[in-house]
């Protein structure tokens, strides 16, 4: 029996992979200790600088898997707990300094859009779906997509998604802002990995700080929000990286203004 979720780092990049294709990755019991466990251990590390998200299978993920809710869960307080433990991976991911980036084709549905969310830059198919269809089976949201989706498209359009049993193509996903791009399908997670590899090659630890602000910024005033972009200013100013960067940048800005004489002229 494989792992439900999968977690592999190479050269700075994590990659968390959920590993129930025939299920369309929908979480268990299993799958939800796996993810919550895995997602904590990538936030961790020292040696990780990108996250990126993925699937297996023709899915992304369609939420929780209903039938072993019914099978195996006897009760709704069993079920908040088990929603209570996607949370924390859901939380590692967002509350950390690493920027997330998903490849998400096929399906996403119910939960599953809690976990796109997670992403900081999503990037989908050109085939794929997204929707809630919580109401379908007589449940609500969870998996913070109501704690996500109003913020990311507006009160009214995720209103509009969820008193719905609907699901956005992807060319709507991307005009609703709920996507960053949209690609060829078989090119999905090539792309995702070249978006992680570009702040890899770039000032990581910038981007996971800006990454933080803007997550981060919910629960401080507009006052205390500039307050803190001026401290984290002036704490990434005194980095190494971006001692060197600015150097760089003063070397370039100078030869332009001043090049250097052409001896042959």
């Known amino acids: 029996m494989s792992d439900p979720v ?20 929908a979480f268990n019991a299993d799958a939800a200790h796996a993810w919550a466990e895995l997602t904590r251990e ?3 590390r020292d ?4 996250i990126m998200l993925d699937a297996a299978g023709r899915a992304f993920c369609a939420g929780g898997d209903v039938q072993d809710m019914a099978e195996k869960m006897g009760s709704g307080s069993e079920i908040t707990a088990f929603a209570e433990v996607i949370n924390a991976g859901i939380r590692a991911l967002t509350e950390s300094r690493i920027p997330v980036v998903a490849a998400a084709h096929g399906t996403t549905a119910g939960g599953g859009l809690g976990i796109l969310m997670a992403s900081d ?6 085939d794929s779906q997204i929707g809630s269809r919580y109401a379908n089976i007589g449940l609500t949201p969870d998996l913070s997509v109501t704690a996500q989706l109003a913020r990311a498209v507006g009160e009214r359009r995720a209103l509009q998604l969820v008193l719905q049993d609907r699901m956005l193509s992807a060319t709507e996903a991307l005009e609703w802002g709920l996507v960053a791009e949209i690609t060829a399908p078989d090119a999905v997670g090539l792309r995702a990995e070249e978006v992680a590899r570009s ?7 910038a981007y ?8 981060s910024q919910r629960g401080r005033s507009f006052a205390e929000q500039l307050s803190e972009e001026a401290r984290s200013i002036g704490a990434a100013f ?8 600015i150097r760089a940048f003063t070397s370039r800005s100078r030869s332009a203004r001043h090049p250097e004489p052409d001896p042959e002229a």
């Open 6 to 25: 999968l977690l592999r780092v190479q050269d700075g990049l994590a990659r968390i992979t959920l590993n129930r294709p025939e299920r369309l990755n």
């Open 42 to 44: 990538a936030t961790h």
């Open 47 to 50: 040696d990780v600088g990108a």
């Open 121 to 126: 830059y999503a990037i989908i198919a050109t």
């Open 199 to 205: 702040w890899l090659t770039g000032a990581h630890r």
């Open 208 to 215: 996971g700080e800006a990454k933080r602000l803007i997550r």
């Open 238 to 245: 005194d980095t190494p990286e971006a001692q060197a960067r």
